[in-house]
């Protein structure tokens, strides 16, 4: 995916992430299904953390914390723009779900 472009799947450890992750959403039509972003999990064990691709596992606030994990079989995150609070959610997905995805350059 972004590897092509010579960048990685977004981490949203900060707020500026967040609002510009938020931003990009509200203005697109369609995306209801979510967006891929830098966020995994491994499969293997059990209480394994969330992580970024970058290996922190620092996750910013933002966490469905009433959307039930599904551990056999999702261990890619991605974010949904929720229309009713127009704000955005961390969900877990099964990572060979057909998802677009949100890049950001390398530091």
């Not at 990685?8 to 500026?16: E, F, K, Y």
């Not at 972003?37 to 933002?62: A, Q």
Request: proline letters at 3%.
């Amino acid at each position: 995916m972004c590897q092509n472009l010579n960048s990685d799947l977004v981490q949203i450890t900060n707020q500026t992430v967040q609002t510009e992750v938020k931003s990009l959403l509200k203005e697109q039509q369609g995306l209801q299904k979510g967006i891929w972003i830098g966020l995994e999990r491994s499969i293997f064990g059990t209480n394994v953390k969330w992580k970024w691709i970058s290996g922190s596992t620092d996750i910013y606030p933002l966490w469905n914390s009433s959307f039930p994990v599904n551990r056999l079989d999702n261990h890619c995150g991605k974010v949904v723009w929720d229309e009713i609070t127009q704000e955005i959610s961390l969900l877990d997905a099964n990572c060979h779900e057909r998802l677009p995805f949100i890049c950001q350059g390398r530091k």
